[in-house]
Nanobody, 121 residues
């Protein structure tokens, strides 16, 4: 069992940066791949980024490549999403998830409650 709590969302201007953190609990945290998904109003939830269990592999959606960076610290049970050069279209609720190293939400078993990111133009 893994519990996940996101933090770090907020309001930022176009071109700005935000850092999201996901704090996990449970002894099995380090055995899971971790990912970030997001859901904008009126849209389906979509994959943003994933990191493998040991941090050795990462994957990104095309829309965020070169702007976002995902990383993890298993000793601290934290996953971080560094978001730079933010655009209004990045506005969404961002969710942290634990599961298999895939880009489909169906492969993730545990989810946080989400944190709102709003990018103004």
């Amino acid at each position: 069992q893994v519990q996940l709590v996101e933090s770090g969302g907020g309001l930022v201007q176009r071109g700005g940066s935000l850092t999201l953190a996901c704090e996990g609990s449970g002894r099995t945290f380090s055995s899971y791949a971790m990912a970030w998904f997001r859901q904008a109003p009126g849209k389906e939830r979509e994959f943003v980024a994933a990191v493998s269990w040991n941090g050795g592999s990462t994957d990104y959606a095309d829309a965020v490549k070169g702007r976002f960076t995902i990383s993890r610290d298993n000793a601290r049970k934290i996953v971080v999403l560094q978001m730079n050069s933010l655009k209004p279209e990045d506005t969404a609720v961002y969710y942290c998830a634990a599961g298999d190293y895939e880009d489909s939400e169906d492969e993730y078993d545990y989810w946080g409650q989400g944190t709102q990111v709003t990018v103004s133009s």
